[in-house]
């Protein structure tokens, strides 16, 4: 069709009258065309109205500050008459870099269903400002390689295996006892790997319930069992594509899952319950246990050929009781930490406090650490933390250290520990006053005070 022919003309005009309240005008905002429907609207005649600036017919209009700003309005939202919302579009022409006029899309028909996808819209971007704030929780690592606290050989070692393992994809399996730290090395792995700036999601297999481990870990399709959300949940390993997946405590995976993780990382795909798509799979899998796997695997608990699968490299943390020379730089860390978080003031801690700390054995590892140290600290408030704040726990510590004692050593050198234990008791039950301390061990304060001086007692 022939752009300069009246059929094509009358063919614009057509469009133009089949549009919701259409108005164009020139740069300085005369009404050069206004459709039937918005004429009717307004109460005027469309042929009498050419000619006319726009505010003389729609007094509120903005048609003129679009035609010389060149910015468009989207979504506006005023009354016609007074009476009649409309919502507005006002779109400036350009034409060679220069605005020559502007034409307005007012839609006035069915406006509460307009209100209805304003509000849904609304209702939507709350709902997905809300899910990417999770998304970017459940991103977040905390710790670097270098924020782990320790310098020992034990802990160097460990290090550098993580160094050399994780900028690859290879499976990683963290093993230590339960307090030893492992998910601050499993984000050290990501934060490590080229994937640092995708996601790192954690689930702890012992954490959630058996029946609903199944849709956390792969998702669900709606309608997948009674309760599902509605259009579905994605899964753990969704949420991780691209990125890394730490499986805490994978030993208590149930035996029925384990084959079908097994498959997800043979196939690197997976299917949601209930669902029949298949979703491909970019993951780093690293998993932690505070269990001897092997021992699981000859006792029919875990599989054996997924034992292998997620076993590529295995990373032992050591206790707290094999990395003793770390106790001093942990305790002026969570000292550091503690006074922080809770508006203390301690200074230090005893040099027989941290004597006695290398002597225990620690059950809970680094984890009880903080918390013995917490506790203290709480008590005393302000100053060095010494004996009398950790009244609580000297019985294991001096019991443990009597024990290896009598191991290694004779009658005199029993009595000598036995001795130094009951004056820390004494000071302990009177708040470390050296007075009562020597009336509750009946002796004089002069006997006290040289003793303190031959055990290094402060």
């Known amino acids: 069709m022939d752009r300069s022919s009246e059929a094509y003309k009358e063919f614009l005009e057509n469009v133009l009258e089949q549009v919701d309240g259409t108005i164009v005008t020139d740069s300085e905002g005369t009404v050069v065309y206004l459709n039937k429907k918005y004429a009717e609207m307004l109460g005027v005649d469309p042929v009498t109205a050419i000619g006319k600036h726009a505010r003389e017919i729609i007094p509120q209009t903005r048609m003129d500050i679009v035609a010389q700003t060149g910015q468009e309005e989207i979504g506006s939202v005023h009354m016609i008459n007074g009476v009649t919302p409309v919502v507005c579009n006002r779109i400036p022409l350009i034409k060679d870099g220069k605005t020559f006029g502007a034409v307005a899309f007012t839609t006035f028909r069915k406006l509460d269903e307009v209100a209805g996808l304003f509000s849904e819209i609304n209702r939507l971007n709350l709902e997905l400002k809300e899910y990417k704030s999770e998304l970017i929780k459940l991103r977040e690592t905390k710790y670097t390689l270098n924020q782990i606290v320790g310098s020992s050989v034990q802990l160097n070692q460990v290090k550098e295996i993580i160094k050399k393992v994780a900028p690859s994809k290879l499976a990683v399996l963290i093993s230590g006892e339960t307090g030893t730290g492992k998910e601050l090395f ?101 998993c932690t246990t505070n269990r001897n796997m092997p021992e699981l695997v000859a006792s029919g608990d875990f599989r054996e050929d997924l034992f292998y699968r997620i076993n590529v490299v295995e990373v032992a943390i050591p206790a707290l009781r094999e990395r003793n020379t770390d106790i001093r730089e942990l305790a002026q860390h969570f000292i550091k930490k503690i006074n922080a978080n809770h508006g ?20 809970g590892n680094i984890r009880e650490l903080e918390h013995v140290m917490e506790r203290a600290a709480v008590m005393a408030i302000s100053g060095e933390l010494n004996t009398s704040h950790f009244d609580y726990l000297m019985p294991r510590l001096l019991g443990e250290a009597d024990a290896e004692a009598r191991k290694t050593a004779g009658l005199e050198h029993v009595k000598t520990v036995a001795e130094k234990q009951a004056i820390l008791n004494a000071l302990a039950k009177t708040g470390g006053n050296k007075t009562l301390a020597a009336k509750e061990l009946n002796i004089h304060r002069t006997v006290l005070y040289t003793k303190l001086k031959k055990y290094g007692i402060v």
Request: glycine share 10%.
């Open 344 to 363: 203390l003031g301690i200074t230090g801690i005893s040099e027989d406090i941290l004597q006695l700390f290398a002597e225990y054995k620690w059950p």
């Open 186 to 286: 499993a984000q050290a792995i990501h934060q490590l790997s080229p994937r640092k700036h995708k996601p790192f999601i954690r689930i702890n297999c012992a954490a959630i319930p058996k029946d609903l481990l199944e849709s956390e870990l792969f998702g669900y399709e709606e309608g997948a069992f009674s309760g599902a959300k509605k259009g579905g949940k994605p899964g753990k390993f969704e949420m991780a594509n691209g990125g890394t997946l730490l499986l805490d405590e994978i030993n208590e995976l149930p035996i029925y899952l384990q084959s079908k993780l097994l498959r997800i990382i043979q196939e690197q795909e997976i299917e949601r319950v209930g669902g029949v798509k298949t979703i491909k799979l970019d993951v780093r899998l690293v």
